[in-house]
């Protein structure tokens, strides 16, 4: 300004942040599943972790092999580190009244993000590594770092800056970019779209196998029903179903004497049904 006591109408003024009044904010460690490690900013030791303690700028957290954690922030916004990911918080800060300024530092594995959007329109939410700066308006995406040569971004919705020294790209939803090592982001590539699951609901239960459910029940006295449905599978069709407290009438007996039959000639008590 020419005059430190007087401006223009119109005339845009730039603050610094630094001249802003800011509190930094604590990270909430969510959710823990399997191995996961923080290391922690003041003295450097590797302490175990549980769902509802707070990290604060430079602890790192490192999950191991089948683990994941998720982080969550002041505005309801969440991270996901999936297995043997390391990260380390970076800024985690509230300007003024209303902007949540958050960075991290994603130095290997995969992270997933649902940010939400910033009343400002300002991205405030940003992703480094030693391949490019990942800054979120306020979206859902997935981010990789895969050798530590190769970033891979996968927007799922909303959308996602990418850029380095090299060059930039703006992500939309539905898209996604491979980013080299020293090179430019590349050209956004279309994801592939989600599979349609609704048909499998309209799909027709298998069909129980008859007898089956009989078969697998047990009486009072234990396996009394098993002997008894196997007894009658041995029976002719004719002679499953008898009347009621009557004799059994098999007119089969006098030309197949089997051993069933046999006996039912010596007891005939056995004979009804």
Not at 50 to 67: E, H, I, Q, Y
Not at 83 to 99: F, M, N, P, V
Not at 153 to 168: F, M, P
Not at 180 to 208: C, V
């Amino acid at each position: 300004m020419e005059d430190g006591r007087q401006v223009r109408t119109g005339r845009i003024i730039q603050i610094p942040e630094e001249w802003l009044n800011q509190q930094p904010i604590s990270v909430v460690l969510n959710a823990v599943s399997g191995e996961v490690i923080v290391v922690t900013a003041r003295d450097g030791r590797r302490i175990p972790t549980k769902a509802g303690m707070a990290l604060f700028p430079g602890d790192r957290v490192l999950t191991g092999a089948d683990s994941s954690a998720t982080l969550r922030f002041v505005n309801d916004s969440t991270l996901l580190l999936q297995a043997d990911t390391e990260l380390e918080i970076r800024r985690s800060r509230r300007i003024g009244d209303r902007i949540n300024d958050v960075e991290v530092n994603l130095e290997q594995g995969r992270v997933e993000n649902d940010i939400t959007p910033d009343p400002t329109g300002q991205p405030h939410y940003r992703i480094r590594n030693d391949i490019a700066v990942t800054a979120v308006h306020g979206t859902a995406f997935r981010l990789g770092l895969l050798e530590s040569e190769r970033l891979q971004t996968e927007v799922l919705r909303g959308s996602v800056s990418v850029a380095n020294d090299s060059g930039a790209s703006l992500l939309k939803q539905g898209n996604g970019v491979v980013t080299e090592a020293g090179q430019a982001p590349g050209q956004p590539i279309r994801l592939l779209e989600a599979p349609d699951l609704s048909t499998l609901a309209q799909q027709r239960r298998p069909r129980p196998v008859p007898g089956r459910r009989r078969s697998q029940e047990r009486g009072p006295q234990g396996g009394g029903i098993l002997r008894r449905a196997s007894a009658a599978r041995s029976l002719p069709s004719c002679c499953r179903k008898p009347t009621a407290y009557s004799p059994c009438a098999w007119p089969h007996a006098s030309r197949r004497r089997s051993s069933l039959s046999r006996s039912l000639a010596k007891n005939p008590r056995s004979r009804r049904c």
